[in-house]
């Protein structure tokens, strides 16, 4: 899948959600919202990370797993929500980041 089809599918997902929320709650929720919910998501694969890495008890890679491409969903939602290019915005910034890194590296490595 490409990034085009990854994002075509986080938002018809997310427009599901809003039609169960609609449904159930009479209101859908707001970016605000969803950035809480994202928020809640990556402290979730923070325990899991560190389960993973023996810091903690917790569940085995499947829900690692899982809970990567939520945070992945969310991140893809956020962006067609604030009307973000990510793949262009992702070249631009590892282009960035690389020449930065490069620059501050003993020539040669």
């Known amino acids: 899948m490409n990034l085009d089809e990854l994002r075509n599918q986080a938002m018809r997902i997310h427009h599901l959600y809003d039609k ?36 903690r008890k917790g569940a085995g890679p499947a829900a690692l797993e899982h809970e990567l491409a939520d945070c992945l969903w969310s991140v893809l939602v ?19 980041l690389e020449s930065s890194i490069l620059a501050k590296l003993p020539r040669g490595e």
């Open 20 to 55: 169960l929320n609609e449904h159930e709650r009479n209101r859908v929720w707001t970016r605000e919202e969803f950035m809480l919910g994202f928020v809640g998501d990556v402290g979730d694969l923070a325990k899991l990370v560190m389960a993973q890495e023996g810091a």
């Open 78 to 96: 956020l962006a067609e929500l604030y009307g973000i290019d990510l793949e262009a915005s992702f070249r631009r910034t590892m282009r960035h």
